[in-house]
Structures are given as C-alpha cells and as structure tokens.
C-alpha cells in the first residue's frame, strides 16, 4: 500500500466510528468565508453535525452562493458581527439546543472570550485546554499533544486538569489504553529544570489517584516518549516510554512548535479541540485540509457521546 493511501487511515477509522451515531448538534459561530462554511457543510453531509450557522445571515448566504454551497436545509441565526456570532452560539448550546460549539472565520479569541465568561459562558470546574489529534504517518497510533493553543505557561495546578482533560480525550476516543509522556528536554528530574520537577509531581497526583485513568510517566524526552529503542538505550523501564499516545508539553510554545513540526516535517495532519468546557469546542485552521476537518469534527462527536454516557452513569 502506497503511503498516500494510508495517510489519513486513523482519521478515515475516527469518522468510520461516528458513523452510528447521530449527527452532533452543532453552532457554528460567523462561518462567513468559504473554508468555514464549507467545513460545516462538508461535516453535515457525513452525517458527523446537524450545524447550526450563527452570524451575518445575508453574509453567510453571500458566501454560500459565491461559492455554490448548498446551505437552504441549514438553520441560520443572525448575529451582526463575529463577537455577537460568538455569544449568540454560546448561548444556543447554553440552551441545549447545540452540544458542540465550532469556530467560523471569528478569531479564536473572539470565541474563546464567550467561552469563558463566568456567567454566560461554558466554563466548568475544569481548566480549558485545547488537543491536538495528530494524525502522523510513520506512526502506528493517533496522537495526542497538549496543549499547544490556549494555556501559555501553565501552572502545575492547571497542568493537573490539561493531563486529566486529555485522558479523557483518550478514552472518549476509545484508545485502547492510554499512556502519557510528560515531556521535558530530558528524562532525569533537574532540580534547574522546572518542567521535570512539575512532570515528577504530577506522576505523584497520579499514584494518589488525584488522576485517573491512564499510564502515565514523566519527565521524558520526546525520543524515549515516542521510540522504544531511544527508551531501550536509554535503559528507561516505563510502561509509556517509547508507546506515548498523548504528549504533555511544558508550555504552549513547546507543543506549538511539537505540532507544526510533525504537521509541516513529517506530513502529519493536526484535528483540534477544546476540551474541559461543558461541551466540546471544534477549532479549526484556514489552513486545515478538508480531512482534518472533518476530524475534528469526529472528535467532537465522540467526546459528546462520552460526556452523554458519563451523565447518564452518574444518574
């Protein structure tokens, strides 16, 4: 099989896995330029999301027909301007009318900021951090990285919620079990280094059950998280040294350049979401292909089904 093909196989099996399930309901906030709109759309006519188009509505239906896209069986909201778009999404998933919000052609900010509004917004307990889904060809599972798009420093207490965020990423993913580097520049604890410190630490939270649900290990160098040999040489005898299917990074610069570079060096596709608000937040790039759109998409309907079913567990 020519590599070509197999590229998007953990994508194509992530949107073979929503196939059984009903379309999400979905607001998407000011979808007013093509890529927006037609990611919306495109998603629509998988079956992934029943969108909700929140904005302009004279702008949305100019971009529809410049660009022959078929919006007529979609509702549409209308909203004046991309900060009106924002809140007026907020508010409809607010509603239950939506359980998935999506970013439009708005600045992340400008959804984001709605968001997080402590009274009319989606906050919970839980710090929001953002995920990237990787979708990397020489590699044999998907790939989680956090959090490389929200938290820029983030403490050891917030890091706390980014590992518990994207362990359960995991699981609504349906990994089969789910192990999690704790990157820093070395594998040793460096009392010089803060990051292997927070990584020590944070594996202590995790054997006091403080979080759940995964293997985890820190700190570790990106080459003993992700390659056994790197981790055999190395002489690290670990569970998730050199199986890692979620990275935690330092910082946001860190997991930025982490994700650009295996996006931009090693032709891997990036869906991403934001996670540990009360429903899951699709945010996509100008830049995104029209398969990891349609990811992030998919990823959004599972953590939906997962948050539904954990309702349902807790009575």
């Known amino acids: 099989m020519q590599k070509m093909e197999v ?8 949107i073979d896995a929503c196939k059984a399930l009903e379309p999400l309901p979905t607001a998407v906030a000011h979808p007013c330029d093509q890529n927006s709109l037609e990611g919306a759309v495109e998603a629509a006519q998988l079956g992934l999301i029943a969108p909700i ?33 924002a809140a007026a999404a907020v508010q409809i998933v607010r509603e239950g009318k939506a359980e998935a919000l999506m970013k439009g052609s708005l600045h992340t900010d400008e ?61 609504a993913l349906q990994l089969p079990q789910v192990r999690v580097a704790i990157l820093s520049a070395m594998e040793t604890v460096n009392p010089t280094v803060p990051s292997t410190i927070e990584a020590a630490a944070l594996c202590k939270m995790v054997d006091r059950r403080q979080i759940t649900g995964a293997l985890v290990d820190g700190p570790l160098a990106l080459d003993n998280a ?45 869906a991403g979401i934001v996670v540990g ?9 100008r830049a995104d292909s029209v398969m990891t759109r349609l990811a992030s998409c998919g990823v959004a309907v599972l953590v939906a ?7 349902k567990a807790i009575g």
Not at 60 to 82: K, L, T
Not at 127 to 147: A, G, K, N, W
Not at 238 to 252: E, F, H, I, M, T
């Open 226 to 270: 992700i390659d056994l040999e790197a981790a055999r040489i190395k002489q690290i005898d670990s569970p998730v040294a050199g199986r890692a299917n979620v990275l935690l990074v330092p910082d946001l610069e860190a997991g930025n350049m982490l994700a650009k570079s295996l996006s931009f060096l090693a032709g891997a596709d990036a």
């Open 277 to 285: 608000a009360r429903v899951p937040i699709i945010l996509t790039s």
């Open 111 to 171: 959804l984001m900021s709605a968001v997080v509004k402590r009274d009319t917004g989606l906050r919970t307990a839980r710090r929001l951090s953002h995920c990237f889904v990787m979708d990397v060809p020489e590699y044999e599972q998907p790939l989680i990285i956090t959090d490389a798009a929200i938290n820029i420093a983030p403490t050891l207490e917030e890091k706390a919620d980014i590992l518990q965020n994207a362990i359960d990423l995991g699981h």
């Open 53 to 85: 188009l929140v904005g302009p509505k004279a702008r949305i239906e100019a971009v529809a027909a410049d660009h022959r896209i078929e919006i007529a069986g979609y509702p549409i909201v209308d909203a004046p301007y991309s900060e009106a778009s």
């Open 7 to 14: 590229k998007h196989a953990k994508y194509q099996q992530l």
């Open 305 to 311: 089904r997962a948050r539904r079913e954990h309702a």
